[in-house]
C-alpha cells in the first residue's frame, strides 16, 4: 500500500478523511496556526520526502516550497516531480464556489494516481521523433493523407512572436492519437509542400491558438487551410476566464501527459545561466533540434488528444457551437487578416510627435522647477521625480501645505491619482503640471517611443486582436500596440495613424449599442420609440424622465445637468450600478453634486418611463441567482457560479457582471460579425479596403478614395443586418468619420501643421 503524506500551510480544522478512503499521514508547512502570511523563517516543517510515495500539498504555500512551482490552479490533482500531488485548498470553496468542481475532480485524480489506477504516462521515441530528412517527410505525409481520422494537429515552432519578425525552425503534426513527429523546415522542398498542400485539403488541420500559426505558415509557405479547428477557442466556449486556455494547462488538467515541457524548461534554465542572456533575449532557435523535437511533438500529440475531447463536448451543445463555429473560427480568419493588414503608422509623424513630446514635458518640468516650493523639496531631497507617489505626496501636502482630498491608497495613504490631482489642481498650479508631465510622459514612452522601432518595413505595425481574452465576449488587444487604450484626451497617437496618399481613414462606429440591444432584449416599446423617433438619445431620455419643457435638440443646450444625469442612470442601469455609485458618477462628469437619494429618485423616474426593461433586468438578475450562469442571444455562455458565494459583496457583483456581459456581448458581437461580413466582400469582390482594427464598438480601415462611398455603404449594410436583434424599422444606429488621420485633422491643430 503507498505511503501518503498530505501537507498544509499551517494546522487547520479541515477534515481530509471525509475528502480520501487511503490512510496519510499528515503535516503543516508551518506549526504556528496563528500565521497568516507564511515566509521563509517561518517554515519548520520536518518531514523526510524520500520516505513516502506520495506527498499531497495542499495549498499554494506548500506547493511552491517543495516544487518551486508557483500555480498550483495550473496543476490541481496532478503529478509534479513523480511524486508530488498538488491540490486547491477546500477552504476557498466557501467564498469562491467555482472552485469547488475542480476541487472535487483534483480529488478525484489523487485518488487514482494513490490507488494507481491512473498512471502518468510519457512517449517512447517509436511514437513521438524528430524528422530533419526529406524522404522521411514524405513517408510522413503519405502516412497522414492515408490515415483514418479527417483531422490532424498541427503546431509550428517559431524564431519569434511574429511572422515578419523572424522565420519558422519547424512544424510539429500528429495524425492518430499519441502518435507525433517534429519536422525541421530545412527538409521541406518542393514535393513535400505540394504533399503539404493536399494534407490541408483534405483534412481539418486542428491547432491551438490558430491565428498564430496561420499567420506563419501562410506568410512563410503560402499554405492555404480551407478547413481548421482551434482547440484554443473551443476551450474559451467551455470556460472563458482568461488565462486558462493556454496548451501546457490545458495538457495538465486533460491528458494524463503531465508538464511534458519540464525537461525543455530546465534545458533553457540550465542554457541560460551558462551564457548570462536574458529571458527576453532567448529564443527558441538557441535550442538543439534533439533536445526541441520530443517538446514540439506533444504539442501536437496534446492538440490531437484535446480536439477529440472538446470536439465531442461542444457538439452536445448548439449555442457554443454556433458561438465557436460562427464566431471565434470566422473572426480567427478575420483577425487574421486585419493584423496582417497593420495599422497605418506614419513615421514621419511619429518621430515629429515623440520631439515634440519630449519639448513639451522639458517646458512643463522647467515650468514646475521654477516653484519656490518645488526647488526647496529639491534643495532638501536631492531631486524630484513627478512618477514617486512618496515624494509627490511630501511636495503636495508638506510644502505646498495642500489638504488631501481624502481618497487613499489600498496601504491608507493619502491618494496622489489622476482624480485626486485633478481636485487639488483648483487650488493650486502644481498638481496641473504634474498632470501634464504625467500624461505626456506615458504618452511618449508607452506609445511614440515603442510603436517606432516596431514598425514593419512598409510603415505599419502589426499587433494582435484577441477573441479569448475577455469573459464578456469583447475583443481585447495586446503585443506590439494595444488599441484599446489610446490615448482619448490627447490626439497625438492617433493622429499618427494616418492614410497614405489616394486614400482615407474611415471609422465606424456602434452609436448607443449597448442600450439598443437592451431595448430589445427587453422588449421595451418605449425604450425601442426612443430609437425610432431619431434625435439624440440622452437628450431625448433626458426629456422624457425628467418631462422637460423644451424640444430634444434643445436639451444639452439648457438642461444639460438632466442630460448627464439621464446618461450616467442609462450606462449605470446597464451594467448594475445603484444610487450611490450613479451619485458618484453624475458629481464627478458634471462637476455638480449629485445626491444619492438624487440618484435613487432618477432611476425610479427612468423605471417609470421605460417598466418593460426594469421587468427584464429583474428576471435576468433572478435567473443568474438561480442558476449560476446566463446566455447572450447569440448563445455565448457566461459561467457565475460566486453568485453562491457566502459573501454577498462577492455575489451581488457576479450578478452585475452576468448583466453586464449580456449586453455588452451582445454589442461587440454585432461589430464582429458586421467585419466578418465586410471583409468576405472585401476579398470577394476585389476591393483595396484593408480593414485594420476593431477597436471597442468600432471597425477602423484604410480605404482608397474612390472605394469610399462603397466601402461605408456595403459596411452599414453588413453592421445593420437583422440578426433576430433588431427594432424593425429602425436598425442598429453606426456614425462613420473618413479623414486622413484616425485624430479627425486634430493632430494637425495640436501642432499647428499649417504653419
Known amino acids: 500500500m503507498a505511503k501518503v503524506a498530505l501537507i498544509e500551510t499551517t494546522p487547520s480544522s479541515t477534515n481530509f478523511d471525509r475528502y480520501f478512503d487511503f490512510e496519510f499521514e499528515r503535516f503543516a508547512l508551518c506549526s504556528d ?154 527538409c521541406i522542398d518542393e514535393k513535400a509542400e505540394k504533399l503539404m498542400q493536399q494534407l490541408f485539403d483534405k483534412k481539418r488541420v486542428v491547432f491551438h491558438n490558430a491565428k498564430f500559426d496561420l499567420q506563419w505558415f501562410e506568410f512563410h509557405f503560402n499554405f492555404k487551410f480551407p478547413h481548421f479547428e482551434d482547440t484554443m477557442l473551443m476551450h474559451y466556449m467551455f470556460d472563458e476566464n482568461p488565462g486558462t486556455h493556454g496548451l501546457k494547462t490545458l495538457a495538465i488538467k486533460h491528458t494524463d501527459y503531465g508538464d511534458y515541457e ?36 506533444m504539442d501536437a500529440v496534446v492538440t490531437f488528444l484535446l480536439f477529440q475531447k472538446f470536439e465531442k463536448a461542444i457538439l452536445k451543445n448548439e449555442k457554443l457551437y454556433w458561438v465557436y463555429k460562427n464566431l471565434l473560427i470566422e473572426g480567427c480568419r478575420f483577425l487574421k487578416q486585419v493584423e496582417g493588414n497593420g495599422v497605418p503608422f506614419d513615421a514621419v509623424r511619429l518621430e515629429f510627435g515623440q520631439k ?43 510644502y505646498v501645505g495642500l489638504a488631501p482630498t481624502g481618497k487613499k491608497t489600498g496601504t491608507g495613504a493619502d491618494s496622489t491619482d489622476a482624480e485626486s490631482l485633478q481636485k487639488l489642481a483648483s487650488e493650486h498650479e502644481i498638481p496641473e503640471l504634474i498632470l501634464e508631465v504625467r500624461q505626456k510622459v506615458k504618452i511618449k514612452t508607452t506609445y511614440l517611443d515603442k510603436i517606432i522601432p516596431a514598425l514593419d518595413m512598409d510603415g505599419r505595425l502589426r499587433t494582435n486582436f484577441n477573441l479569448h481574452g475577455t469573459t464578456s465576449g469583447r475583443l481585447s488587444s495586446s503585443g506590439k500596440l494595444n488599441m484599446q487604450q489610446l490615448p482619448r484626451d490627447n490626439p497625438t497617437v492617433k493622429g499618427c495613424i494616418k492614410a497614405k496618399a489616394g486614400n482615407k481613414i474611415v471609422a465606424m462606429d456602434l452609436t448607443t449599442a449597448e442600450v439598443y440591444c437592451a431595448a430589445v432584449l427587453a422588449d421595451d416599446k418605449n425604450l425601442m420609440k426612443v430609437f425610432s423617433d431619431g434625435g439624440n438619445f440622452h437628450s431625448t431620455i433626458a426629456k422624457q424622465v425628467f418631462r422637460l419643457p423644451c424640444e430634444v435638440e434643445d436639451v444639452a443646450e439648457h438642461y444639460s445637468a438632466e442630460r448627464q444625469q439621464a446618461k ?61 450562469f446566463i446566455y447572450s442571444h447569440f448563445g455565448r455562455k457566461r459561467r457565475l457560479p460566486n453568485v453562491f458565494s457566502k459573501d454577498k459583496g462577492i455575489a451581488s457583483h457576479e450578478v452585475r457582471s452576468g448583466v453586464n456581459a449580456l449586453v455588452q456581448s451582445v454589442a461587440s458581437d454585432v461589430n464582429l460579425l ?60 453606426c456614425d462613420f468619420d473618413i479623414a486622413d488621420d484616425y485624430s479627425l485633422g486634430k493632430f494637425e491643430k495640436l501642432y499647428d501643421l499649417s504653419k
Not at 440618484?599 to 449560476?628: C, E, H, M, S, V
Not at 449594410?717 to 424593425?728: A, H, M, T, V, Y
Open 568 to 628: 450616467a442612470v442609462t450606462f449605470g442601469i446597464m451594467y448594475g450600478a445603484g444610487p450611490a455609485k450613479i451619485s458618484e458618477q453624475v458629481t464627478k462628469d458634471s462637476g455638480k453634486y449629485f445626491s444619492p437619494a438624487e440618484a435613487k429618485q432618477t432611476i425610479d423616474d427612468y423605471f417609470a418611463a421605460f417598466p418593460k426593461l426594469k421587468g427584464w433586468l429583474t428576471r435576468t438578475q433572478q435567473f443568474i441567482q438561480a442558476n449560476g
Open 356 to 398: 515634440r513630446m519630449q519639448e513639451d514635458i522639458d517646458a512643463a518640468v522647467e515650468k514646475l522647477n521654477s516653484y519656490p516650493e518645488v526647488r526647496q523639496f529639491i534643495k532638501a531631497t536631492g531631486g524630484f521625480n513627478p512618477n514617486s507617489t512618496v515624494q509627490l505626496r511630501s511636495l503636495l501636502f508638506d
Open 262 to 297: 519540464a525537461e525543455l524548461d530546465n534545458w533553457i534554465t540550465d542554457y541560460r545561466k551558462r551564457t548570462g542572456i536574458l529571458k527576453a533575449s532567448f529564443s527558441y532557435d538557441l535550442v538543439p533540434f534533439d533536445v526541441m523535437k520530443n517538446y514540439a511533438a
Open 33 to 186: 496556526s496563528s500565521k497568516r502570511k507564511i515566509l521563509k523563517k517561518d517554515v519548520d516543517i520536518e518531514i523526510d520526502v524520500d520516505a513516502y510515495d506520495w506527498l499531497i500539498l495542499v495549498g499554494s504555500e506548500p506547493f511552491k516550497n517543495f516544487t518551486r512551482k508557483t500555480s498550483i490552479t495550473e496543476y490541481n490533482g496532478k503529478i509534479v516531480d513523480d511524486k508530488f500531488l498538488a491540490l486547491i485548498n477546500p477552504a476557498m470553496i466557501k467564498f469562491r464556489p467555482e472552485a469547488k468542481k475542480s476541487f472535487e475532480e483534483a480529488v478525484e485524480s489523487i485518488t487514482g494516481y494513490v490507488s494507481g489506477e491512473l498512471q502518468q504516462i510519457a512517449l517512447g521515441e517509436d511514437k513521438c521523433y524528430g524528422i530533419q530528412n526529406t524522404a522521411d517527410l514524405y513517408v510522413f505525409l503519405d502516412n497522414a493523407l492515408n490515415s483514418d481520422y479527417d483531422f490532424i494537429a498541427l503546431d509550428s515552432e517559431t524564431s519569434a512572436l511574429y511572422c515578419r519578425d523572424g522565420y519558422m525552425l519547424g512544424f510539429s503534426m500528429s495524425y492518430e492519437p499519441e502518435h507525433g513527429a517534429y519536422v525541421d523546415c530545412d
Open 674 to 733: 458586421g467585419g466578418i461580413d465586410m471583409q468576405k466582400y472585401i476579398e470577394q469582390t476585389g476591393m483595396k479596403a484593408k480593414i485594420f482594427a476593431l477597436v471597442h464598438d468600432s471597425v477602423l480601415a484604410e480605404v482608397p478614395e474612390d472605394e469610399v462611398d462603397l466601402y461605408v455603404e456595403k459596411l452599414r449594410e453588413c453592421i445593420q443586418k437583422d440578426r433576430g436583434l433588431s427594432i424593425p424599422g429602425t436598425p442598429i444606429g
